[in-house]
């Protein structure tokens, strides 16, 4: 009974950590969209945006979690009570939606309490960095664990909420990986919700179909995955919000450059997709000025790690180093060989995440509604650049392997199939649009 309570009010302080500092009414006079709405789900997922950039901050200054944690709630309280209308006017619209939210979060709480596996990467990498930051040494210590390359922003976020709950069992810390998903989840679930009549019936089980794609007990193992699929996911809806508008104003693009900054301090990788997804996007920028903010955000947000790295925790760069051998890539039977190899896995990992299958057939559906060519051009230079980086990663690691394909494609293939949630999301509306007017005709 101590062990639920403890669940419950885990997911409370997630709640309320959360509130803070935007409400829904604030957040949509910031974006103004026409098309997609932006709600209750949105504002905590993006005020979620600010808290972890803010930790990013707060990691480097080895700040106390325990009164670091009464701040950010005290600060949260008293900003809901500030604004305890503006919250009410979405919370009473979205109350079907909220307690269908808290039954999911929940329901898989529950499940991985009783499931307290770690996988290889959590036990070997990842939780020594999330134990050094329960245990308060500064994050310079970092230097001296297993895999000290690899970036930390997720074990410290683990370590901050397995400080600060109530009976301090360390797999409620990582529940915050869970909540961040599945709000990133009802999030995009939500994204056509404004003004339609019964549009619940057909949310939740849209929804439930999405967290039963996406859901991968393995990957709460201590994997940060989730974590990348979560705010890649939102980073889509923000882009295409300006699309649909024509145009972004500065404090949208302000909350897309801060979530697009957490991604380079989840893994590795985050910096790949974060260089893939702005230089692409400011492509769809009609502001010159705000393509030139947007490029210049991506130089600093990779400046400031690169520096912050190598003064601070002073280890930088990548896990492996990159050394090309060209006498290697440039053998033809090499590149017959490990060209196999890859669309071999590439495929494995489409099966056994099948979001992007689902979206291949999406694409297909919007192209012959001719959907709006720019969202589908975006989508295409996206799922193309995200290809051409995996296949260019498996040609030139120095230790591309099958096993090395077997055991680490298919996780980025599902850290990036967040992008893609939001084209699926508008198959179906495009579809029960078309139901709804064929019932009212």
């Not at 790690?305 to 990159?322: A, D, M, R, T, Y």
Request: net charge positive.
């Amino acid at each position: 009974m101590i062990e639920i309570s403890a669940i419950i009010l885990q997911l409370l302080f997630f709640l309320i950590i959360f509130s803070f500092p935007l409400n829904p009414i604030i957040l949509n006079k910031i974006i103004k969209s026409d098309k997609y709405f932006f709600g209750t789900f949105d504002t905590l997922l993006i005020n979620g945006v600010f808290l972890l950039n803010f930790l990013i901050i707060c990691s480097f200054l080895n700040f106390n979690l325990k009164y670091l944690f009464f701040i950010l709630i005290t600060l949260s309280i008293l900003t809901y009570a500030f604004n305890y209308k503006k919250w009410m006017q979405y919370l009473i619209k979205e109350k079907k939606n909220l307690i269908f939210f808290l039954i999911v979060c929940l329901c898989i709480f529950f499940s991985l309490s009783n499931s307290l596996k770690f996988e290889w990467d959590g036990i070997a990498h990842w939780f020594f960095k999330t134990k050094l930051f329960y245990d308060g040494h500064p994050v310079e210590n970092i230097k001296n664990l297993p895999a000290p390359m690899y970036p930390h922003l997720g074990p410290y976020i683990w370590a901050f909420f397995w400080k600060n709950s109530i009976i301090q069992y360390e797999y409620l810390g990582r529940l915050i990986y869970v909540f961040i998903y599945i709000l990133s989840i009802f999030s995009m679930g939500c994204s056509f919700f404004k003004d339609k009549n019964n549009f619940n019936l057909f949310l939740f089980p849209i929804i439930l179909f999405l967290i039963i794609l996406t859901y991968d007990e393995y990957l709460f193992g201590g994997y940060q995955e989730y974590l990348l699929f979560s705010f890649i996911a939102l980073m889509s809806k923000l882009m295409l919000s300006s699309i649909e508008n024509n145009e972004s104003s500065i404090e949208q693009l302000f909350i897309l450059i801060f979530t697009g900054n957490l991604l380079i301090y989840f893994k590795d990788e985050g910096l790949i997709y974060l260089i893939i997804i702005f230089v692409i996007f400011q492509f769809f920028l009609r502001n010159n000025s705000q393509k030139v903010l947007l490029i210049l955000s991506l130089i600093v947000s990779i400046s400031i790690q690169f520096f912050l790295e190598k003064n601070i925790i002073q280890v930088h760069g990548f896990q492996e180093s990159i050394n090309i051998n060209f006498d290697k890539i440039l053998n033809i039977k090499f590149l017959i060989t490990n060209s196999v190899l890859i669309i071999k896995y590439m495929i494995i990992s489409l099966l056994k995440y099948p979001l992007w299958i689902i979206t291949f057939i999406s694409a297909y559906f919007l192209i012959k509604q001719k959907f709006d060519k720019k969202n589908i051009t975006l989508l295409f230079f996206i799922i193309l650049a995200i290809f051409g980086f995996y296949y260019a990663l498996y040609t030139i690691h120095p230790h591309s392997s099958e096993f090395l394909m077997k055991v680490t494609l298919d996780r980025l293939f599902f850290q990036t199939s967040g992008f893609v949630i939001i084209y699926i999301l508008i198959t179906f509306n495009e579809i029960y649009l078309k139901f709804d007017n064929y019932k009212t005709e």
